[in-house]
């Protein structure tokens, strides 16, 4: 029912776009590092491809929101490359979004609507890529961000700008829509209707012809079908991993560096008293003396605080100098010099009188510097050894960074250099059932499939432990796989999509016989071909509710007049599906079925989208919208990898 908004806001490809409230580059920051320097090929980056209202819109923003766009699809379909993305109708559909979008900004412009500085700085400081590792907004990681995404302060601004117009613009025109009581529970009264008939497939393989195409023929089929044949990018890594064994033999500490880690670390080898306590505060210390008798002669320390209307708080273990910090000097020592399970005397904090039981005392012997020396030794080489771990990790990256080749660098630490099979960039072995790259390869298989071929580098696998080097030594782009090497699943396809040809004229053919009296079962018996079963259908459209993802026969199956057939064309040419509807069931509603709250918080939902909608056709036909449909085309052919005019 909705298309056109939703087109404004959702691909139909699944992009996850909200484009009137943050805008593209803001979605380009949410799908991380996504580069924003790809070249554009044969067009120029500055080469206008519309021109909306008086807003020129450049090469350079549609190709940076295609590629912003394939990277949120990526998130769900990690192998999905630009060429298929162009193929499947992706490029279209974010032109089609980042001019509507643009023409809302426009229309707002026109009649007064702005974005104020401080508003878009507010939504600067929302995008969360912009935070640092405290949660609050970061100068530096604003400015890092964009500049990996190429961009210029004035063009996040610009383009948050218009977002906010956008949304200002639009989200009015549904406020407050709501459908009227009697239409929504006719409209709830339909998830009872219940419904009966049957559905048949005529499926294409069972019309498919025997024989083989001609050249010509599967030429053109494979020529009018190449978007089903895309490979994804596929890469050979090349990875060695390496431990602090690398390093080799690390010195022993000293007895000086021993002992000076002694002296530094005194307090921790000192010796330790830790203490419970149960405490209880109270205002005055008349309060605290009587409660410290009543407990002295036997009574509970927490029953004497609940007749009081108290509650008692237990503390630690706990050192003196922490409770002194929290508490005060002579509550500390008070608690500190009680003996275990006594009640300390009476002192003050700045919170008022305490009463003070103590429950247990941990009290640990100190250690002397020979006792402590085997520990501190053993810490001490270990520091060292990561120190030489990670000073050798810094040396490996200033030698890549200086041309040396991962074969050199790998045959220097004597680590054994693995080769994979060609892998995807979702880490499955291409061309194999479900086969998986190695494990210890996983925490940099991200990045190998976005650098440059034979560019090393360095990361970490097991944090504070294995390194690994790695590079792409072997890059196949995405594109269509040649005829010659899938003729044999062209010619299946082929010969499925002939079938299916065939098929929709049996459809018409068995529609003709149920027309004519017969059931759907004989009428579909009589085309004399092994088809499945008939399918029976009772249900309703409340069972129907339920079901997560509704298949199309059954949504045209609840959407027809009683007595009739209807002909539905089945994905990927698997064929036909006929459908005969015997009778509608009318549904009744209880005056008090949740249903009936549900149907009008839908259909409210519902009237947005329409007004939304409306007001959109009406903002298109007062903002002049001028497509150079060249400019458009040239950088589809660079997206896609095509370089001919």
């Keep these: 029912m909705i298309t056109t908004f939703r087109k404004f806001f959702q691909s139909k490809l699944g992009i996850a776009f909200t484009l009137a409230f943050l805008g593209l580059i803001a979605i380009a920051f949410a799908s991380a590092d996504v580069s924003g320097n790809n070249p554009l090929g044969a067009i120029s980056s500055g080469d206008k491809i519309a021109v909306v209202g008086d807003e020129k819109v450049e090469a350079a923003e549609l190709d940076r929101a295609a590629r912003n766009a394939l990277e949120q699809m990526r998130q769900n379909n990690p192998t999905l490359s630009m060429p298929a993305f162009v193929e499947q109708g992706g490029l279209e559909q974010v032109v089609d979004t980042l001019l509507d979008r643009v023409a809302i900004s426009e229309f707002g412009k026109k009649y007064g609507i702005r974005a104020s500085d401080n508003l878009i700085n507010s939504q600067i400081r929302l995008i969360p890529a912009f935070r640092g590792p405290d949660g609050n907004f970061s100068e530096q990681m604003y400015r890092d961000a964009i500049s990996r995404q190429g961009l210029s302060e004035a063009q ?131 309060s605290a003396d009587s409660i410290r008798q009543r407990v002295l002669a036997g009574a509970s320390l927490e029953a004497v605080a609940r007749e009081a209307g108290l509650a008692t708080a237990v503390i630690g273990p706990i050192a003196k100098g922490t409770y002194s910090s929290q508490t005060s000097a002579a509550v500390a020592d008070a608690a500190f010099s009680a003996a275990q ?93 479900g086969e998986t790259a190695p494990q210890e390869l996983a925490p940099a298989l991200a990045t190998a499939f976005q650098m440059e071929e034979e560019e090393p580098q360095l990361a970490e696998a097991v944090p504070g432990v294995t390194f690994m080097l790695f590079e792409a030594s072997q890059i196949t782009p995405s594109a ?65 509710a339920r079901s997560q993802r509704v298949p199309a026969p059954l949504a045209l199956f609840f959407s027809m007049a009683q007595g009739t057939q209807k002909q539905l064309e089945g994905p990927r040419n698997i064929g036909w599906f006929v459908l005969d509807l015997d009778s509608i069931e009318a549904g009744t509603l209880a005056a008090d079925d949740p249903l009936l709250g549900e149907a009008k ?14 007001f959109q056709n009406a903002i298109r036909a007062d903002v002049t919208v001028e497509r150079n449909q060249s400019a458009i085309d040239a950088l589809k052919r660079s997206l896609a990898g095509d370089s001919q005019p």
Excluded: C
């Design 156 to 286: 996040v601004r610009d383009d948050l700008g218009n977002g906010l117009i956008a949304q200002q613009v639009v989200q009015p025109a549904g406020l407050g829509a709501s459908m009227p009581d009697k239409i929504s529970a006719r409209y709830a009264a339909l998830f009872k209707e219940r419904r009966k008939g049957s559905i048949a497939l005529l499926e294409s393989d069972a019309y498919a012809p025997a024989g083989a195409p001609t050249d010509k023929q599967l030429a053109a089929y494979y020529s009018a079908n190449r978007g089903d044949y895309i490979r994804p990018e596929r890469r050979v890594i090349r990875y060695a991993t390496f431990g602090e064994e690398a390093v080799g033999t690390i010195a022993a500490p000293t007895d000086a560096e021993i002992a000076a880690r002694y002296k530094q670390d005194a307090s921790r080898y000192a010796a330790k008293e830790e203490r419970t306590l149960t405490q209880l505060v109270v205002p005055t210390q008349a």
């Design 341 to 433: 399970g006594q009640v300390a005397a009476v002192a003050r904090s700045g919170l008022g009188f305490h009463v003070v039981r103590v429950d247990a005392i941990d009290k640990q012997a100190g250690q002397t510097l020979d006792q402590a020396r085997s520990a501190i030794a053993a810490q001490l080489t270990d520091e060292k050894r990561r120190l030489a771990f990670n000073e050798l990790a810094a040396d490996i990256e200033d030698r890549f960074g200086s041309g040396e080749s991962l074969i050199d660098v790998a045959r220097e630490l004597k680590v054994e250099v693995k080769t994979t099979k060609p892998l995807t960039a979702a880490g499955v072995v291409y061309g194999t059932d």
């Design 480 to 544: 269509a796989a040649p005829l010659t090497e899938i003729r044999e699943q062209v010619v299946a396809d082929w010969r499925r999509a002939e079938g299916a040809k065939q098929a929709k004229l049996a459809a018409g053919r068995v529609i003709e016989r149920v027309e004519g009296g017969e059931t759907l079962a004989a009428a579909v018996a009589a085309e004399r071909r092994a088809l499945p079963p008939v399918d029976f259908i009772d249900t309703t459209r409340e069972d129907l």
């Design 601 to 614: 918080r839908q259909f409210a939902q519902t009237l947005v989208q329409e007004y939304e909608e409306q």
